[in-house]
Nanobody
Framework: QVQLVESGGGLVQAGGSLRLSCVWS????????IGWFRQAPGKERDFVAL????????DYGDGVKGRFTISRDNAKDTVYLQMNSLKPEDTAVYYC?????????????????WGQGTQVTVSS
């Protein structure tokens, strides 16, 4: 059974940094594109970043380009999201998800498995 578990969220002041981790268990981790999404209260789930199966390709949402970096360590079945220069508007629950279709898409409906989410709160 596939399972994704996020960690690393917390409370940080504006301008600070956090690193989120997403640990995978189940099928072969390196076979799937992994994405990060976030959802703030009362808002839709937004795309944050994604990384290809090999880690050779990445993509970012417009609001996080230049501040966030996604990476993966297939030997550890883990994807990371390094978040720098955090802003209050980054406050949300952050989810990692796995895309088994191989489409390399930023659309959430392409993702088959989701973690439970980790809360990130940025104070001003």
């Amino acid at each position: 059974q596939v399972q994704l578990v996020e960690s690393g969220g917390g409370l940080v002041q504006a301008g600070g940094s956090l690193r989120l981790s997403c640990v995978w268990s189940g099928r072969t981790f390196s076979s799937y594109t992994i994405g990060w999404f976030r959802q703030a209260p009362g808002k839709e789930r937004d795309f944050v970043a994604l990384i290809s199966r090999s880690g050779g390709s990445t993509d970012y949402g417009d609001g996080v380009k230049g501040r966030f970096t996604i990476s993966r360590d297939n030997a550890k079945d883990t994807v990371y999201l390094q978040m720098n220069s955090l802003k209050p508007e980054d406050t949300a629950v952050y989810y990692c998800a796995a895309d088994l279709s191989g489409t390399y898409s930023s659309q959430s409906y392409n993702y088959n498995y989701w973690g439970q989410g980790t809360q990130v709160t940025v104070s001003s």
